[in-house]
């Protein structure tokens, strides 16, 4: 392990896997010392068109030989945001569709909280048990682990927090909730997807109140189910759509996306309501609309099916209880949380990317570059097998 990594990079665990990385080309991340690593992971499903992807580093060259960054979010017409956000309206089923580009997906979180009670005038948030939206104040605010929250102490008041999938938990959201915010497919969690129609509950139960449904597509979007966006799966359309990760292609970035009457509302009392310097950054928007450009057509689509049925063919073993998921936003649920633990450690040594879930202990997860082929598939999923097979 590299010293100085551990020396002068402030950490998040005591124990990071630490590979130390060469470079990286489309399924694969090559080691100093190397080594080919097959990626199932994807960056935790950002790097959504694998490493390094031709057009996404034409595009960023193309833009850096123009500019880079020239003033604060919003004050300049600058080619690449505007090109981006116009090209993104027009595949969305938002009306008017006005998108407000930021740095991260918690970022973009947090400026949803804000446009929601901008626009409501009122305080109350109701999100989701097991929800991960992110970790700066507003977003850990969100999550209903106590443990987690207890030391960063006073977070945001009036938040609520009701059981996803539970339908008679709706009357919760009333005349004081000024948003409704759910991920789409719940990631941390475990991958559990919305069952029956209840993305359309909610929804309407909002309408009925005039609550907001704010949906946080930031790992399903962007083609990972299949779908351009997993709510398109459900048949609901948010109020104020969050994304980011997969969205720029491998580059730090965020956005929220709402009709622009709704969204306006951030210009005006107080002006500069979300005040951002790097949002909207030429080289990220220029990468966002590479990727994006890629995603959206119907044949890669199809393909992210293709790919979920081949895993979910191949990954059959009596020490995997369930995969779940849908599309290529999938974890394998084992019997127990030591042969998670077993199962990724010994897959980094055979050269394999896994990863964890952040709440389902027992889960280990599948998020590969969407455009990871079928014999790249197969050769990961023998792996997970032989190691399988060892652990019996
Ligand atoms: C559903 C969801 N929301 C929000 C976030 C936070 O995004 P970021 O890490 O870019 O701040 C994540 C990141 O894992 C996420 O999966």
Request: net charge neutral; proline share 5%.
């Amino acid at each position: 392990m590299n010293l100085d990594f551990l020396k002068y990079q402030a950490q998040t665990t005591p124990h990071p896997l630490g590979l130390e990385i060469s470079h990286a080309k489309g399924s694969y991340i090559y080691t100093t010392n190397n080594e080919a690593h097959l990626d199932f992971v994807a960056g935790v499903s950002a790097c959504s068109v694998g490493h390094c992807h031709p057009k996404v580093i034409e595009a960023i060259k193309i833009q850096a030989d123009k500019y880079l960054h020239v003033m604060v979010y919003g004050e300049y017409a600058q080619k690449p945001a505007v090109n981006y956000t116009k090209h993104l309206a027009q595949l969305l089923p938002i009306p008017q569709a006005s998108t407000y580009l930021v740095n991260s997906g918690t970022e973009a979180i947090e400026g949803a909280i804000k446009l929601a009670r901008r626009a409501t005038g009122r305080e109350e948030i109701i999100a989701a048990k097991n929800a991960y939206h992110g970790n700066t104040m507003g977003a850990l605010s969100l999550m209903d682990f106590e443990e987690r929250k207890a030391p960063f102490y006073p977070l945001i008041p009036e938040i609520k927090h009701i059981a996803f999938n539970k339908t008679d938990q709706l009357n919760q959201i009333s005349s004081n909730t000024a948003a409704v915010i759910l991920e789409t497919i719940q990631g941390g969690a475990g991958i559990i997807e919305p069952t029956n129609n209840y993305l359309k509950e909610v929804k309407s139960r909002c309408e009925e109140v005039g609550a907001l449904l704010i949906l946080d597509e930031i790992q399903p979007g962007f083609g990972r189910t299949g779908f351009l966006f997993a709510f398109q799966k459900y048949g609901v359309v948010p109020d104020i759509l969050v994304i980011g990760k997969g969205m720029a292609g491998g580059l730090p970035v965020g956005a929220f996306v709402a009709q622009r009457k709704l969204i306006n509302l951030l210009s005006d009392n107080p002006k500069m309501g979300h005040i951002t310097t790097f949002g909207g950054n030429p080289l990220i928007a220029a990468a966002s609309l590479a990727t994006l450009k890629i995603v959206e057509k119907p044949e890669f689509l199809k393909t992210i099916l293709e790919k979920e049925k081949h895993f979910k063919s191949l990954l059959q073993h009596e020490l995997i209880q369930e995969v779940r998921g849908t599309g290529l936003m999938l974890a394998l649920i084992m019997k127990d949380e030591n042969t998670a633990n077993e199962l990724i450690l010994r897959a980094q040594k055979e050269k394999l990317i896994l990863f964890w879930l952040l709440f389902e202990k027992r889960a280990v997860r599948i998020t590969p570059p969407l455009t990871i082929n079928h014999q790249e598939i197969e050769k990961g999923c023998k792996i997970i097998l032989d190691i399988l097979d060892d652990l019996v």
